[in-house]
Every structure is written in C-alpha cells, then in structure tokens.
C-alpha cells in the first residue's frame, strides 16, 4: 500500500470515529464531518449531471450550433425545446414569474403519469391477482416436507391471508361481524409479514455496523500493522504513527468529556427535569 | 427507585456500549455459522451458471454508500461470477451516488480478476477485463422511470455515450446492442424505490428476465413478485449476499460479517426480553398500587 | 393562462403516454423517445434548484454569525473543491502541489468576495480587492500551469484522482457510518419500545424472532431456517401482496386524479 492511499483511508478512518462519536454526544468532529458530507456530496451531485447528463443529452446535441444564433443552428436544432424549457424552470427564484416554471414542470408531470397509469394497473395490480387466482395444489395438500411452501394448505393460506388484509384495508364499511372476522385474519397476516419484515430490518441495521468493522480492521488497523498476507513494500513506521494519532485525538476527546462530567458533578447543578 | 424501573430508565448509551462490546468480541472470535442457501437466491446462481460465454448480463447498481455494506458484496460476487463465466456486464447506476459505487467496484474487480483462481473445483485463469469489450458502464442520469422506460427502446436515447464519455457506437461490445432484447439477464441491486421501477417500468413492458439484489429492510416486500414469477430470483440483505459468496464458492465480507450477526442478534432479542420482563413487572406492580 | 395551459398539458401529454402505451407505434415510438429525453434534460435544470438553496442557506448562516457558524464553510469549500476537482484534469505524472495551491488561491478568493459582498466589515472595498487580485492569480496559474487544466465538455474530471479519492474517503465513510447509526438505535429500541402488549404485537415479535435467528448453528437452525422461509413465502407474501395491490390501486388513482385536474397539488399556491 503506497503512504498516500493509507494517508486517505487514515482520514476515511477518522471521519468514521467522528461520526460514531455522536453516538455519545454531538461535538465538534460530527459537525465537521456532516458539514463535510453535505458539501462533498452536493459537489458530486453537480458533478455526475454536469458530464453524466447535461454534456452528452443536452450540449453535444446543439455543439455544431452557434451561440450567436442561440444554437438555432445546429443540426439538432431541436433540443434546443428542452433547453429553454429547462430554463424556464428558474423562474421559480422570481415569485412574480413563479407560474412559468409550471409549464415544463406539467409536461414532466403528464409524461410520467400517463407512463405510471396503464404499467402500475398491470404490474402491481393485475398480474398480482393473476398470481393470487392460480388453482390450488389440492392433490398434495398437506405437502411432502416440513412447512412445504408448495403444499395446498400453504397456496390457500397465500390466498387467503391476501383477501382478509385486503379487506382490512377496507375502511368505507364498519370491521363487524363477519367482515370484521375476516379483517382480523388480515391483520394477524399482516402483522407476521410486518414481523418478518422487521426481523430483517434488524439484520440490515446491524450488517452496516458490521461493515464498519470491517473497514477499520481490514482496511485501517491491518495496513497500519502490515498483518501477514498483506505484504506491504512501502511499509514504514509513519503508518503506525498516523494510525495511533487518530486514536490519540479521539482520546483526548474522551478526557475533556469526562473532566467536564466530572465538574459537573461537583458543582452543585440545577435539579434536573423529572421527565424521562 | 426498584431494579425494574432502574433498568427502564438506563442511559442509551449504555446499551449502544453493549453492542459494540458484543460486535467487537464476534468479529474478533473464531466461530463460524452455517450458510444455508435459499432457492430464491439459488435461482440467480444457477441461470448465470447455465448462461454461455459472451452473452451480456446487465447490472443495474441503484445503491449509494449508505447501502454498501449488504449490497457491495453482492455485486462483487455476482460480477465475479459472470466475468469469470466470460459473460458480458453493462453497468448503470440510476442512484445519485451510484455511479461512484460502480467505479470502485471495476477497480476492485479487475485487480481481483488478474489472478487465476479456482471456484467450485474449477480453475480460471487470471485475465485482465477491458472497457468496452468485456463491460460497459453507462452511467446516471436521473428520473430513473423515465431512463428504464427509454432503455426499453434503445439505450443510445439516454445514454449517447458511456459514463467515461465514450459515443456508445464506437464501444465494441455496444456494436450490435441496442435494448432489452439483447440482454440474457439484468439484475437489479438496489436500495430503494428504482426497483419498483425495474418491475413495472423494465421487466413489467418489455419482459426480460430480472433478478433483485435487495437490502434487508426492502426484501420482505418483494416476495409477491417473486411467487408471480414477475421476478426469477432474491438476494436479501447480507444473508442474500453471504449465499451468493457461498454459492460462488468466493467468500468474502458478507459471509465473514454473518458471523457477527448471530450475537448481535442474540443481544437484541435479550433486550427485547428484558424489556419486556420489565414492562410486565412494572405494570404488575402499579396494578397492585 | 397562468392555471389553465399547465392543466391543459398535464392532460394532453398524460393522455398521449397512455394511448400510446395500448396503441404502439414506430412513429408514436419515436416520438416518445423523444419526449423521454427532453424530460430528463428539462429535470435536470429542476435539480439544479436544490444546489442553489444549499449555496443560499450556507451563506446566510455564515452571515448571521450565530452559534456555530463556521460549518457552512466547510460546506460550502468542499462543494467548491468538489466541483473543482470534478471540472479539471490532472497531467499524468505531474506534482499535485501546484494544483493544490491553485484551489487554496481559488478558495480564499471566494472567502475574500463572501466577505466583501456579505459582511459588515469596515475593509470591505479592502477584501473585494484582494479577492480579485487572488483571481487574477487564479486565472493565470490556470493559464500557464501545465500540470493541470480545466475540462468543462469532456469528462476526464470523472476519472481526476482527487474526486474519486473523495468518493471512495470521504462519501463513502461518511455516507456508510452515518447510516450505521441505525444499528444503534434499533437495538435500543428493541430494548423500549417493542412489547408484547398484545396479541398483535406478540405475533410480529415471533416472526421476527423466527427471522433473526435463522442462521443458528445446529438441528434447531435448520428448523429455524425453514420456518423463517416459509413465513417469507407464505403470510409475509400474502401481506405484502395486499400492501403492493393497495399501492398499485393507490398509484393508479393518484395518477387519475392529475391527468383529469382534480389533484393540483403540483402547481403550488399563485
């Protein structure tokens, strides 16, 4: 690993303190860190339009153009539509002529709309029906293995459980009765496929903490430490120096924190509020 | 102040203190836990395996960093897997900070690649994929309904050139390819709603097979789709993922990092059940007052 | 006018997509092309918008003064950085020194012009001055030094190995851990929030525990394993069947409601 690339993960290293040192309170490194993110980011953002979209859809098209002539000449004098109607999107920084930036902003809203009606109806509605309307596997009902996705009983459950908490999502009629029966079926459905749902919301949450980990140890801590298998021909002592460095800021951290917890405790402070 | 509602009101912190003490030890800890693969991620594997040499894959990488830790594993071993199968990757990224995600991964990759190794008993060479002959990748361009719906009728509409700022005519391997009906499979790994797109918009008019790479919080949702055979297969989450490497026979951060899940996970179900003891005696107490 | 011809569009060009969907055509096909294209160029001039927000919420609260001023900068020099790096291409195999004494001489010319422009300094002809004289100096090492250039129309920027090493050292560490906060916070959650008050609840905390504890090694992981698939497969997906149909039907007459007029939330007030 050259000094300077273990130079920029050192740094990466210390953002990804700064931030998990807000888990212990706001300070100074998190603020910097997310004034950081905000501006890079935002930066990128213009960045991967600029090359990414404008440039090649927009520019190069009217590039055989003039600009004296407002490119009206260009081979493709047509893309010259979109540009004026792109424009018009700043008016919106005039509040008098804030109604022009509707025009283009109603063309885009009418395109993707009457895009979304006719694929949203067949995609997410009906060929979900479909799905849910395909006979049951009557012959092997009880199925061949533990809890057998394929059997009967679970093809009638899928089409059940749909009905029942489609119907308790139907809030225009009273949840009594019979009907009331069946909505509470559809929320009991509801609520496994919630728990399910949650169960892997837990395992996601805590794999981006894991990859964390990862990054300090086998990014970070093993280049610092030229661990075996990483034979690094660049290795020197300043990586280690860098690498204790940024603990060391860290810690001092630590210090203040806890000294100011300390005189905090000693003076006698205001009571503090009972709520919890 | 009893123990109960001494325990109800302990400092977050203290908890967050916890976790990382029980995450540290894991990673750190010798111990393995068993992979066991799933058909919906089986099916992804195996159509990339039964797939010929130079048939194009497409890779839709939705994903911004936030969601590198589960999705970033998933394309480094399905892309391994289709280069080493000698198949051909076009790349998108319809995420804002998906771009850069891509082009970390073609580094990674193409280092990766230069060495010969063996997977599943088979050897490959080492071999150095190239730009424009053994991948393409397009680049962003926002309002990813509207990209997916124009890719369906050539993807020279959106994308003219590639994200380097190549003219998509003069890539080798974009000669002859000009929409869906030229690719064998696209996978979609994705973090958020471009998925829904990739369904209604991609798979749902113009009916090529697709296969999702989800995060965890996402993949429950998209089991309907996958029993309308809307979609042919499902990574969710670093479990997908760590199937994925194990199915590869290439394992790497997924499958160490499940490893760790297993504590945490096991700490988070005792601070449920404390929680919940502690709710219940809390509440008994006050009935008896 | 000002309402009428926005409505009179969302409905002529949402009626057209639609026609279009059920009556395909090569011409409507390239039409529709078309159409796809110009709408994306057109949204990226409304994205745009946003940057110009963030450059103005910055500057306003480096002007106040107030408590904590001093981030914006940061802000708002690494956009500038950012941008820079993203806008320039690097000589290959040149010293990087030069380029970064032109973006530092760049940077402070802008913080010489915010403080003219903005400030209540009493030297503020002083700072425009100097701002300008930095500039000159700006525009002369772009000029003359040959280790670096700007691209504006090609894209070599993207591959500058100044942005991508704030990609890959700074985005992505930043991004990744901010997110992985969340690891923290649901696991105190779990420890408050979720109880088995009833019913219900108790259910989704089975499921979840069913889900969770999946990839136990041993017999019971393995029955684990299969229960937790088949809660996917079979009730999860009936319920998250109804929830997709329901969005579906939701999207559908949302849709409906714009290209007829009744929804006109879009428009704003005026």
Not at chain 1, 249 to 267: G, Q
Not at chain 3, 128 to 140: H, N, T
């Amino acid at each position: 690993m050259e000094f300077t690339t273990f130079l920029w993960t050192t740094f990466a290293a210390f953002l990804t303190l700064a931030v998990f040192s807000f888990l212990y309170k706001d300070n100074p490194m998190y603020k910097f860190a997310e004034h950081l993110f905000v501006g890079v980011s935002a930066g990128y953002f213009v960045i991967i339009l600029w090359h990414g979209a404008l440039v090649p859809n927009l520019f190069k098209k009217l590039a055989d153009g003039d600009w004296y002539l407002l490119w009206l000449n260009a081979s493709e004098w047509w893309y010259f539509v979109p540009f004026i109607l792109g424009v018009m999107m700043f008016a919106r920084f005039f509040k008098k002529s804030s109604w022009i930036s509707r025009w283009p902003l109603a063309m885009y809203i009418g395109i993707s709309t009457g895009l979304a009606i006719p694929l949203e109806m067949a995609n997410r509605v009906n060929r979900q029906l479909w799905a849910m309307m395909e006979p049951i596997n009557w012959s092997s009902f009880w199925g061949e293995r533990y809890l057998d996705i394929g059997s009967g009983y679970s093809e009638l459950l899928i089409f059940v459980g749909t009905i029942a908490a489609l119907v308790y999502f139907f809030f225009s009629k009273a949840h009594t009765g019979a009907f009331g029966a069946v909505a509470k079926f559809g929320i009991w459905t509801l609520m496994l496929g919630f728990g399910a749902s949650f169960g892997f919301t837990v395992m996601a949450r805590i794999s981006l903490f894991i990859n964390r980990i990862q990054f300090l140890d086998i990014n970070w801590g093993q280049a610092a430490f030229d661990a075996s298998g990483t034979a690094n021909e660049n290795y020197h002592a300043g990586f280690q120096a860098l690498f204790w460095a940024v603990w060391l800021i860290f810690l001092v951290y630590a210090v203040f924190e806890f000294k100011k917890y300390l005189n905090s405790k000693d003076k006698p402070s205001q009571p503090e509020s009972t709520q919890a | 102040m009893n123990f109960f509602s001494k325990l109800m009101q302990l400092d977050r912190r203290w908890v967050y203190l916890l976790l990382v003490i029980v995450c540290l030890s894991a990673y750190y800890a010798d111990f393995t836990v068993p992979t066991i693969v799933e058909n919906e991620t089986k099916a992804i594997y195996d159509f990339i395996e039964a797939l010929e040499p130079g048939e194009i894959i497409f890779v839709a990488v939705d994903y911004d960093p936030s969601s590198q830790a589960e999705l970033h594993p998933m394309t480094y071993a399905l892309v391994e897997h289709a280069f080493r199968k000698d198949l051909k990757v076009i790349f998108t990224a319809l995420s804002q900070n998906g771009p850069g995600m891509v082009d970390q991964a073609l580094r990674d990759l193409t280092d990766s690649l230069k060495l010969p190794k063996t997977y599943n008993g088979i050897f490959y060479e080492g071999k150095e994929i190239v730009n424009g002959v053994d991948y393409t990748f397009l680049g962003y361009k926002p309002y990813y309904a509207i990209v997916i719906t124009a890719m369906g009728q050539d993807y020279r509409i959106l994308f003219p050139s590639d994200y380097y700022g190549t003219p998509l005519d003069s890539i080798p391997m974009m000669k002859r390819v000009h929409n869906y009906d030229d690719i064998s499979l696209l996978v979609d790994i994705s973090s958020g709603s471009i998925t829904d797109a990739w369904i209604s918009y991609g798979q749902g008019k113009f009916d090529f097979p697709l296969a999702l790479g989800l995060t965890g919080v996402m993949t429950a949702q998209y089991y309907p789709f996958l029993q309308s055979k809307q979609i042919m297969g499902l990574m969710g989450g670093l479990l997908g993922a760590a199937q994925y490497e194990h199915l590869a026979d290439n394992p790497g951060l997924a499958k160490d990092g499940m490893r760790v899940q297993l504590p945490a996970h096991l700490l988070i179900i005792l601070f449920i059940i404390i929680g919940n003891v502690g709710y219940l005696v809390t509440r008994y107490r006050e009935r008896k007052i | 006018m000002k309402r009428q011809l926005p409505l009179i569009l969302v409905f002529v060009f949402g009626t057209l997509m639609v026609i279009q969907y059920f009556v395909p055509h090569e011409n409507s096909e390239t039409v529709k092309g078309f159409l796809l294209d110009w709408i994306v160029i057109i949204g990226i001039f409304a994205l745009a918008l946003g940057l110009w927000s963030l450059v103005q919420v910055s500057v306003a609260k480096i002007n106040s003064r107030k408590e904590n001023w001093e981030y914006p900068l940061v802000t708002l020099a690494s956009l500038v950085m950012m941008m820079f790096f993203g806008f320039t291409a690097i000589t290959e195999g040149a010293s990087l020194w030069s380029y970064f004494l032109a973006i530092t001489v760049f940077l402070i010319a802008l913080w010489m012009f915010l403080q003219g422009f903005m400030g209540q300094a009493a030297n503020r002809n002083m700072k425009l001055l100097s701002g300008l004289g930095l500039l000159i100096v700006f525009s002369l090492l772009a000029i003359f030094d040959s280790s670096w250039e700007f691209k504006f129309y090609t894209a070599e920027g993207l591959t500058n190995q100044m942005f991508v090493h704030f990609f890959d050292y700074i985005m992505i560490p930043l991004q990744a851990t901010m997110f992985a906060l969340l690891a923290f916070f649901i696991t105190s959650a779990s420890y408050r929030a979720f109880r088995a008050r009833n019913l219900l609840a108790t259910l989704l905390l089975i499921a979840a525990l069913i889900v969770m504890l999946r990839f136990t090694p041993g017999p019971w992981g393995e029955y684990l394993a299969k229960t937790s698939a088949w809660v996917m497969n079979v009730p999860n997906l009936a319920a998250q069947r109804a929830i997709v149909i329901g969005i579906g039907l939701g999207i559908v007459a949302t849709a409906l409601k714009v290209i007829l007029g009744i929804e006109r939330g879009y428009m704003g007030k005026g």
